[in-house]
């Protein structure tokens, strides 16, 4: 494990903190790139309310000193039942937030999963990570690409793989189009006079180089540019079958809200599927990740993996998906904003803030062991009845 002396942000005292810190600091169209949703971005607040109305019973006279967050998930076990979901151009937030992200993984024993458009390469990641993770993909017009990015994560080391599913068509992201974010970059006075007004970010980033999808800039099939904007909408029950024959690791299917496409994923041969509704980034009409939670859980049955995100702010969050039937959680904006208000002293911050308020969660229902959390901590009349 890594040790390093990196004290913790004292700026930043919860996720709403990092959140408003980072909009401070950060030029408004990095900003809006992480914060945004898409179409009227209600969902991306649904998520979080949803979680919000489920209520838990706290639970007296349990002793609960010897509290553990340890939790198994796909024959691996990890120190606390979160870990980072991938997020492409990670860098725009901090210089070598990715490689924040990896340390922090190694250092907790989470797992960090790394975005096909991150901005450190796979196997850079892979190592400063120290085998802690797991590499993310979609299918773009070329399939070739992914096929040789599985090659190489195969080749580093990695065992767990992700295909993300829910992006067949990237949606419309308002704050981005109204920003005029777009990769490649563009940089026309709009652009010119956002960075000019926050020359922290500019001098650093600017100084560390600007930031580029390292997994396509060192690919040796494609024409190396990432095409954000590219259709993904081939994608099918014939590409999982290709990818579930070349991958024989462990594979997630990202992006999962409905109850019979999941059962369908499971009989395709995935190991596992993320519930994700891409923090409400895409069906802008779709409804809270949450509230699909436990209808999946029902339709794949209680053994198979489960991972969710969508809308965690806070370690209760956690703590509630998992009585909600998820195995294990991943988080995706609080880490932007955490490293965008204050980079590695943000981003251990908020880890640890996540962790002490799963931990007292813990403890405030009764339980000592993480593994113990069911749907019977849950107030009863809250269970699939949230509305918002
Ligand atoms: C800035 C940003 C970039 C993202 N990039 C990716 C990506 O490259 N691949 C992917 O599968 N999901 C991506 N996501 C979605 C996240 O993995 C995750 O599903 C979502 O952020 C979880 O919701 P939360 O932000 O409310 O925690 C991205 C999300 C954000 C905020």
Not at 14 to 28: C, G, H, N, T, V
Not at 83 to 93: C, D, E, I, R, V
Not at 165 to 171: A, C, E, N, R, T
């Amino acid at each position: 494990m890594m040790s390093d002396n990196i004290l913790p942000s004292q700026k930043i005292f919860s996720i709403k903190d990092a959140r408003e810190l980072s909009r401070k600091r950060l030029p408004k169209l990095v900003f809006d790139f992480i914060d945004g949703a898409s179409g009227d971005e209600k969902l991306a607040e649904i998520n979080s309310k949803a979680l919000d109305q489920i209520r838990l019973e706290p639970k007296v006279l349990r002793n609960v000193e010897k509290r553990s967050l340890k939790k198994k998930v796909l024959g691996y076990e990890f120190d606390f039942p979160f870990g980072f979901a991938p997020m492409g151009m990670t860098n725009l937030s901090w210089p070598g937030a990715d490689s924040m992200l990896a340390a922090e993984s190694a250092r907790n024993n989470i797992p960090t999963c790394v975005s096909m458009a991150s901005t450190t390469t796979l196997e850079k990641m892979y190592e400063l990570s120290e085998g802690h993770s797991w590499m993310q993909l979609y299918i773009f017009q070329d399939e070739n690409f992914v096929m040789e990015l599985l090659d190489r994560a195969k080749n580093t080391g990695y065992e767990v793989a992700i295909l993300t599913v829910d992006v067949p068509v990237l949606s419309r992201r308002t704050r981005d189009d109204k920003n005029g974010f777009s990769y490649p970059f563009k940089i026309g006075p709009k652009q010119f006079f956002d960075f000019a007004t926050h020359p922290t970010w500019s001098i650093s980033t600017l100084l560390s180089g600007i930031p580029k999808p390292m997994n396509y800039v060192t690919s040796k099939s494609g024409d190396g540019i990432f095409k954000r904007k590219e259709s993904r909408g081939s994608t099918d029950w014939d590409t999982l079958k290709r990818v579930r024959d070349k991958w024989k690791g462990k594979l997630i299917i990202k992006g999962v809200m409905s109850p019979d496409d999941a059962k369908q994923i499971k009989e395709a041969g995935a190991d596992a599927i993320q519930v994700s509704n891409h923090g409400g980034r895409q069906l802008d009409s779709a409804t809270a990740a949450i509230n699909m939670l436990p209808l999946i859980r029902k339709s794949v049955g209680g053994d198979f993996p489960l991972i969710f995100d969508s809308g965690i702010r806070s370690g209760s969050d956690i703590v509630r998906a998992l009585a909600f039937g998820a195995d294990y959680a991943m988080i995706g904006r609080p880490v932007m904003y955490a490293m965008g208000a204050d980079g590695r002293r943000g981003l251990r911050r908020i880890v640890e803030i996540i962790k002490e308020e799963a931990s007292t969660t813990l403890g405030l229902v009764g339980l000592n062991d993480i593994n113990d959390v069911t749907s019977n901590i849950v107030i009863d009349s809250t269970v699939n009845k949230v509305d918002y």
